[in-house]
């Protein structure tokens, strides 16, 4: 995969040189702080299932095509979708894992195994 290549998104590159580096990483200090990071992520991933429980049968072989078919990951799916479909939820991995859940379901797929993970 090359810096262009749209099957990963330019936040997974920046993620990916954090961890290498550690340099960016945000410092969890104290089993609250985590505690309070995995509610928000609860509840921006459950904004996201009810965002995109009105997905089309297209918009869901939309998706099963970047992520299963071309290998996108989560991130670059919601990006991707987000810029066909002129979403404002950018490259947030959450969306992606909730657009790529609802996509599965609706082709009868379990989104946590083969093809689509």
Known sequence: MTD???????????VWRAAATGEGLIPITSREQLLDL????????AS?????????IAQA??????RVVEGYTWRAVAETCAIEWAGDWG???LAGLALCE???AMHDEDPN?????
């Open 4 to 14: 262009e290549d749209p099957r990963v998104s330019h936040a997974d590159r920046a």
């Open 38 to 45: 995995a509610r928000a992520a609860t509840l921006a991933k």
């Open 48 to 56: 996201f299932d009810h965002d995109f429980a009105g997905m089309t």
């Open 61 to 66: 072989a939309f998706v099963r095509q970047l």
């Open 91 to 93: 490259s947030n991995q």
């Open 102 to 104: 609802r996509a599965a």
């Open 113 to 117: 195994t083969e093809p689509w993970n």
